[in-house]
């Protein structure tokens, strides 16, 4: 009779324990609708996965022995569970991509990727809530758990510099999920099951479906040359440096901006290659205020130069001055340095020197006209407001500028782009 109670209590034990594990929600995985053939999707990147979930937070119970009977709390990133934010952005690439959406850049790379900056839209994601059971054993080890994630979704816009979409989905896993071994298995895989619902969810479709820019670029490299390319010339020429500000733009990429200058009354712009990289279409701000999108026709990085076009007609251009000004000759460089409220700055220098890189051969213009970070792409002109150069660096020792720049000059960025301007 003894033995009997024995084994009843043993029964309502398990049972009491049973009743005091941890719920975990289970949440279902929506089906990923076809990419239609031929689609031209937006190309995405992805910013950064923030954890929200603090360091040993109780997430839910430690279960132990052959039953897996709760003995303890399940703390997050302590102990049995060790995480990084790079396991869950490993993860949120892979399902990306195998579900046929394009994403910019090689996100291995090791020192970054300029084809990074070539994408459309920028996704992060705040993981605020993670739920989970973990079975242990001594003798066996990891056998078995489930979990729950639930994340905050941003969706930035390169081209309008913002959120465009939110959204917030969920998923869960258990250890019937593919390739789990551990914990931490489960609760990627719970990450990887929200991500899916992010795809699926129609407002973010909406977003990577739109229009890609189907014009052909045109990219050059080291010893190769493009077909020949005419566009017009301005119209009007500018009678001094103050007048050419209004032909100058400021060039809104992801993560920054540069400066650029109107070469045709037409729409057709020219920058620097560092300032757009390889993006497709960038945006535009004209000194009145008014943006516009720009499309990257022509880009040479090695003379680092490219040739952006914007919808339009009768910009205001600047003259393009293709004889070379004297050392000594007065110069005014344009654009908008440090910040792009900077738009329209006039600075004034000489020329002092005509360099040729001993490394490229490449020959570019010296000044003491100052410059900053903001400035790249933007025009230096003389003193009839005629383009001579484009800005492209300076020297500085630490944080200090050495008023010692280098431009571009106006007939080699052309040559280098193939255009003819008449």
């Not at 979990?147 to 979409?165: C, F, G, M, S």
């Not at 789990?180 to 990450?191: L, W, Y």
């Not at 992801?254 to 945006?283: C, K, M, W």
Request: hydrophobic share 40%; net charge negative; with cysteine.
């Amino acid at each position: 009779m003894k033995g009997m109670h024995a084994i009843v209590l043993f029964l309502v034990t398990l049972l009491l324990a049973a009743c005091v594990a941890e719920s975990i929600p289970k949440v279902s995985v929506q089906q990923i609708p076809d990419i239609p053939m031929g689609s031209k999707l937006k190309e995405l990147a992805l910013d950064k996965i923030v954890i929200k979930v603090r360091r040993g937070q109780v997430i839910g119970n430690l279960q132990q022995g052959a039953l897996c009977i709760p003995r303890g709390e399940l703390q997050w990133d302590s102990g049995r569970i060790i995480m990084s934010d790079n396991d869950f952005t490993d993860a949120f690439l892979k399902e990306v991509t195998r579900n046929g959406f394009d994403v910019a850049g090689n996100p291995d790379a090791i020192f970054g990727d300029e084809n990074a900056s070539r994408a459309d839209l920028v996704v992060g994601a705040m993981i605020d809530d993670i739920k989970g059971n973990m079975c242990w054993s001594a003798l066996y080890g990891f056998r078995g758990g489930d979990a729950y994630v639930h994340v905050r979704w941003q969706v930035y816009d390169v081209l309008q510099r913002k959120v465009v979409h939110e959204v917030v989905t969920a998923g869960s896993s258990d250890t019937n999920s593919d390739g789990v071994s551990g914990m931490d298995d489960i609760v990627v895989n719970a990450f990887v099951a929200a991500t899916t619902n992010l795809l699926a969810d129609e407002g973010f479709r909406t977003l990577v479906m739109g229009e890609k820019n189907p014009e052909v670029q045109e990219r050059v490299a080291e010893g190769e040359k493009m077909p020949q390319m005419k566009v017009s010339a301005a119209k009007d020429v500018f009678s001094k440096p103050s007048d050419a500000p209004p032909g100058v733009v400021t060039m809104l990429v992801r993560g920054g901006h540069g400066s650029g200058f109107f070469i045709s009354p037409d729409g057709y712009l020219l920058t620097n290659y560092h300032v757009v990289q390889e993006a497709d279409e960038v945006g535009v701000r004209l000194l009145s205020g008014v943006e516009l999108v720009g499309k990257v026709l022509r880009r040479n990085r090695v003379r680092d130069v490219a040739l952006v076009k914007v919808e339009g007609r009768a910009f205001p251009t600047l003259f393009l001055r293709k004889d070379r000004p004297a050392v000594g000759d007065d110069v005014y460089a344009i654009g908008a340095p440090l910040g792009e409220d900077m738009a329209g700055t006039l600075m004034r220098g000489i020329v002092s020197a005509w360099r040729k890189d001993k490394d490229d051969g490449l020959e570019y213009l010296q000044s003491d006209v100052s410059t900053n970070h903001g400035n790249s792409g933007g025009p230096l002109v003389d003193g009839k407001g005629r383009a001579v150069a484009l800005c492209v660096s300076g020297k500085s020792a630490g944080n200090a500028q050495q008023n010692i720049n280098f431009f571009i000059p106006v007939d080699s960025a052309l040559e280098a782009l193939s255009l003819e301007v008449r």
